[in-house]
């Protein structure tokens, strides 16, 4: 008994090891994925997702919002996440929140925060110290962990109307196509930058 047992165990550990190496990409929780789209940046990506009709770097949609759609500090499904400039985004960063998981945790759908890749369900949660989402941290799939750095944030532009993840998720790959062929319709913003 103890010799099959011994024979089964480099049978299992060669099961564990092809299980690593597989091609499909999964990072985050709840299995989310990241795809290439080279040249994709984030503000046209979440502008033809959710619907917000607002052109420009992403830090400069939240003012760009006032009067013209609900800002919230709260997260909603099909809201834009807003990340102000820093040294790190000097163009900000718009993400589609895609599940509200709890009133500090989120997850996303987003372009480029990973240069040219878009990237879904990736978790964003608040460290704010009055949970009102104005400092983040975000998901990093090249390490399949949640980031270190804090990213200064303004909140939510909310979506034009309801949605949910299923439409989310089933629209994102579309939403990049586009995104890609409006960019070269228009001239890029300087989101081409990390995280932009």
Request: zero cysteines.
């Given at each position: 008994m103890a010799w099959r047992t011994f024979s089964l165990v480099p049978l299992l550990l060669a099961g564990l090891l092809s299980a690593c190496a597989s091609?499909?990409?999964v990072t985050g929780p709840n299995v989310a994925a990241t795809s290439r789209h080279p040249g994709i940046t984030c503000a046209p990506f979440a502008r033809a997702l959710s619907g917000i009709e607002i052109y420009g770097d992403a830090a400069d949609w939240w003012d760009a919002a006032a009067g013209r759609y609900e800002r919230s500090s709260q997260p909603e499904i099909g809201a834009v996440l807003i990340l102000r400039r820093s040294s790190?985004?000097?163009?900000g960063h718009a993400a589609v929140v895609s599940r509200v998981l709890g009133p500090r945790q989120v997850h996303v759908i987003q372009a480029n925060w990973v240069p040219d890749e878009l990237a879904e369900d990736q978790l964003a949660?608040?460290?704010?110290?009055?949970?009102?989402?104005?400092a983040v941290r975000m998901w990093w799939p090249p390490t399949n962990t949640l980031g270190i750095r804090v990213y200064p944030a303004y909140g939510f532009i909310l979506p034009p109307g309801p949605t949910t993840h299923d439409a989310l998720r089933r629209n994102a790959r579309p939403a990049a196509r586009l995104a890609l062929q409006a960019r070269y319709l228009r001239t890029p913003s300087r989101a081409r930058s990390y995280g932009g």
């Open positions: 091609s499909r990409s790190r985004l000097n163009a949660i608040d460290v704010s110290p009055r949970n009102d989402w104005s």
